[in-house]
């Protein structure tokens, strides 16, 4: 007998059905690391997991959440300033929330759960149901935006055959350094003028004698938090705030999976903090502090972005995911973009008109005219490299 059901922790989930489903490769899709997100508190968000089964065999597992989006989103500071204030007596003017597939944090892909074996055609009834019940849990909870988040390039035909009502519009790409074939910084792989920005920054970290530490037993989300949002407040792409408890939380459920890189000056005033992930051959930057005191802060993200690498290579990994902001240092260190998308739906035939016709303007096409590090040959590999692990890359001026 089918029996669908709606869980609003996972804590009422079986670590072994989650298992069965997810498997145990992926940190964002590990039990763990969910648990961490809910335990954390998120402000205004609600999680809501479907669960699919079949005689007591659990067979999908989909994760969503709730939240709500302000409607008027403008750079004007005394608008945002009135919009606090009228929000305090109305919590919800000019907002209104969205039901989301997916975690609310980014780079969370393959999130819907179903079991691998099944045949096809039970796939596809599977996902028609979930489809009935998101949109009738929607309705439920007053969510007028249906959101499908984070859906790659190599995914999106899979998604939009699966949810054709759906209006798919392009998000911020993630960017990816691969890992391939002997040490990057042999630097052969490169373009001259890279080589010599890349020499050029390795000159500037031992003039200003920069130390960098490792630490993957304490758990020193304190200081990294006061330096990351210093670094969130500054970002002109925002997407769900983080508390400190978040990072607590991240790093008690992970343990060394979850490690921090800091970087002190030379007076030894800690001025830059990374968060990484180890997930199975992928190393993940996953969040970024900076002291914006500091003199030089593009040779700090730039110093950043050339230890990671190094702390990849020295683990193994195949790839490692840099994430979706500050493209332009990234692409002259050597990493290549990945096109993103997100779909987005409603109960409302107002709001889906809107989705239809207006949506553009708020995703509109990423472009990317900045030519890749590499040579000629060598972005070839890389990208034949990047396709067979599922990532399509995007062309740019350097493929064409």
């Given at each position: 007998?089918?029996?669908?059901?709606?869980?609003?922790?996972?804590?009422?989930?079986?670590?072994?059905?989650?298992?069965?489903?997810?498997?145990?490769?992926?940190?964002?899709?590990?039990?763990?690391?969910?648990?961490?997100?809910?335990?954390?508190?998120?402000?205004?968000?609600?999680?809501?997991?479907?669960?699919?089964?079949?005689?007591?065999?659990?067979?999908?597992?989909?994760?969503?959440?709730?939240?709500?989006?302000?409607?008027?989103?403008?750079?004007?500071?005394?608008?945002?300033?009135?919009?606090?204030?009228?929000?305090?007596?109305?919590?919800?003017?000019?907002?209104?929330?969205?039901?989301?597939?997916?975690?609310?944090?980014?780079?969370?892909?393959?999130?819907?759960?179903?079991?691998?074996?099944?045949?096809?055609?039970?796939?596809?009834?599977?996902?028609?149901?979930?489809?009935?019940?998101?949109?009738?849990?929607?309705?439920?909870?007053?969510?007028?935006?249906?959101?499908?988040?984070?859906?790659?390039?190599?995914?999106?035909?899979?998604?939009?055959?699966?949810?054709?009502?759906?209006?798919?519009?392009?998000?911020?790409?993630?960017?990816?350094?691969?890992?391939?074939?002997?040490?990057?910084?042999?630097?052969?792989?490169?373009?001259?003028?890279?080589?010599?920005?890349?020499?050029?920054?390795?000159?500037?970290?031992?003039?200003?004698?920069?130390?960098?530490?490792?630490?993957?037993?304490?758990?020193?989300?304190?200081?990294?938090?006061?330096?990351?949002?210093?670094?969130?407040?500054?970002?002109?792409?925002?997407?769900?705030?983080?508390?400190?408890?978040?990072?607590?939380?991240?790093?008690?459920?992970?343990?060394?999976?979850?490690?921090?890189?800091?970087?002190?000056?030379?007076?030894?005033?800690?001025?830059?903090?990374?968060?990484?992930?180890?997930?199975?051959?992928?190393?993940?930057?996953?969040?970024?502090?900076?002291?914006?005191?500091?003199?030089?802060?593009?040779?700090?993200?730039?110093?950043?972005?050339?230890?990671?690498?190094?702390?990849?290579?020295?683990?193994?990994?195949?790839?490692?995911?840099?994430?979706?902001?500050?493209?332009?240092?990234?692409?002259?260190?050597?990493?290549?973009?990945?096109?993103?998308?997100?779909?987005?739906?409603?109960?409302?035939?107002?709001?889906?008109?809107?989705i239809k016709y207006f949506m553009k303007m708020r995703y509109p096409p990423f472009e990317i005219s900045q030519k890749y590090a590499y040579k000629e040959k060598e972005l070839r590999d890389v990208v034949e490299f990047m396709d067979s692990i599922g990532v399509d890359v995007i062309e740019n001026a350097g493929q064409s």
């Open positions: 007998m089918l029996t669908i059901e709606w869980k609003n922790s996972i804590g009422l989930i079986e670590k072994d059905d989650w298992v069965n489903i997810y498997g145990d490769e992926d940190i964002y899709n590990s039990y763990e690391f969910h648990k961490a997100i809910e335990e954390a508190r998120l402000k205004d968000v609600r999680h809501h997991y479907l669960c699919v089964s079949e005689d007591d065999e659990v067979l999908a597992i989909i994760p969503s959440f709730t939240y709500s989006i302000s409607l008027l989103e403008t750079d004007f500071v005394w608008i945002n300033k009135s919009l606090d204030w009228i929000r305090k007596l109305y919590s919800r003017f000019l907002s209104t929330r969205i039901f989301c597939l997916g975690i609310p944090l980014t780079n969370n892909k393959d999130y819907i759960g179903i079991r691998r074996n099944l045949p096809e055609c039970q796939k596809a009834w599977i996902i028609s149901r979930i489809k009935e019940e998101v949109v009738a849990k929607s309705k439920a909870l007053r969510c007028k935006i249906l959101l499908l988040k984070d859906v790659t390039r190599s995914r999106l035909d899979y998604m939009q055959k699966s949810f054709m009502e759906y209006q798919f519009f392009e998000s911020p790409p993630n960017a990816y350094f691969p890992l391939i074939s002997g040490s990057f910084f042999s630097l052969s792989k490169l373009k001259s003028k890279q080589r010599n920005r890349i020499k050029g920054i390795q000159r500037s970290i031992v003039d200003e004698k920069l130390d960098f530490r490792l630490e993957f037993d304490r758990d020193l989300s304190g200081d990294f938090y006061a330096l990351y949002d210093t670094v969130y407040q500054k970002s002109d792409y925002k997407f769900i705030p983080l508390k400190e408890e978040f990072f607590h939380a991240i790093k008690a459920k992970l343990g060394e999976n979850c490690f921090f890189l800091q970087i002190f000056d030379k007076d030894g005033v800690l001025r830059c903090m990374v968060l990484f992930l180890d997930s199975n051959d992928t190393l993940i930057t996953k969040y970024i502090g900076l002291d914006y005191e500091y003199t030089d802060c593009a040779l700090l993200y730039n110093a950043y972005i050339l230890k990671s690498i190094e702390i990849a290579e020295s683990r193994n990994k195949k790839l490692l995911l840099l994430g979706q902001t500050a493209y332009h240092p990234k692409i002259s260190s050597g990493a290549v973009l990945e096109r993103m998308y997100v779909g987005l739906n409603s109960t409302s035939f107002l709001y889906r008109y809107l």
